[in-house]
């Protein structure tokens, strides 16, 4: 089937402009998660949603990120004033709900978010 | 999440096998021990998970040594298509979901 898709894959902004990343989860899944990506890091935990809520927001760096999933499927994660250090690729995975240490969390391709 | 210890880089050849080393002293009884890998340009990809027993499946095997204190990935084959950045992760049941990446292995195969 599908996997987890993510629009737009590249998008340049000036700073201070604000911008939205989508992420469309594979089908069923209840969890989904955010994590955001520098260049030569592992990719860094944002935010975890289980269904429409937020379980775990304790990754995101500041109140100009804010990410939503209104009917337990979809996110948006919002980025409002962005700065140059908001530069980094935007990962989305989501998985089906399990015992925390056995769960497999399938990943999409990113969005690379460029500010200028 | 306890903290693992990977080397920065490995170099292969192609069609030999590989084996990928994850150092976590401080492993709890509960954690467990998953590995994740990310081609370039893409997402992370899991690969494989285990908790004291050693595992395979189509894609790899995983070496669990008897005091949990190591591990070891193990692609018996390696193609070009092999090249990535292998992430060793442990994750403790009832804790946190999100998974905790370190800088991970680039392995570099040689045709």
């Known amino acids: 089937g599908a996997g987890v898709s993510q629009t737009p894959s590249n998008k340049v902004t000036e700073k201070g402009k604000y911008v939205e990343l989508r992420c469309d989860p594979i089908s069923g899944h209840t969890a989904l998660y955010w994590y955001r990506q520098s260049l030569g890091q592992g990719p860094e935990f944002l935010i975890y949603?289980?269904?429409?809520?937020?379980?775990?927001d304790s990754g995101l760096p500041n109140d100009r990120f804010f990410a939503v999933r209104p009917e337990g499927s979809v996110s948006t994660l919002k980025i409002q004033r962005t700065e140059r250090g908001d530069s980094a690729v935007y990962l989305c995975?989501?998985?089906?709900?399990?015992?925390?240490?056995?769960?497999?969390?399938?990943f999409g391709p990113g969005t690379r978010l460029l500010v200028l | 999440d306890a903290k693992t210890t990977q080397p920065n880089s490995m170099e292969s050849n192609e069609e030999e096998p590989v084996h990928l080393p994850c150092n976590h002293s401080?492993?709890?009884?509960?954690?467990?021990i998953h590995w994740y890998r990310q081609l370039p340009s893409q997402g992370p990809e899991y690969v494989i998970h285990?908790?004291?027993s050693n595992v395979n499946n189509r894609m790899a095997s995983l070496a669990i040594a008897e005091d949990r204190k190591s591990s070891t990935l193990i692609l018996h084959r390696a193609t070009l298509r092999d090249a990535a950045v292998y992430y060793c992760i442990l994750r403790e049941a009832g804790s946190a979901r999100q998974l905790t990446f370190g800088s991970g292995t680039q392995l570099t195969v040689l045709p």
């Open positions: 401080t492993i709890s009884g509960t954690d467990y």
């Open positions: 949603f289980q269904g429409t809520g937020a379980a775990d």
């Open positions: 995975a989501s998985s089906r709900l399990g015992l925390a240490g056995q769960e497999t969390q399938y």
């Open positions: 285990g908790l004291t």
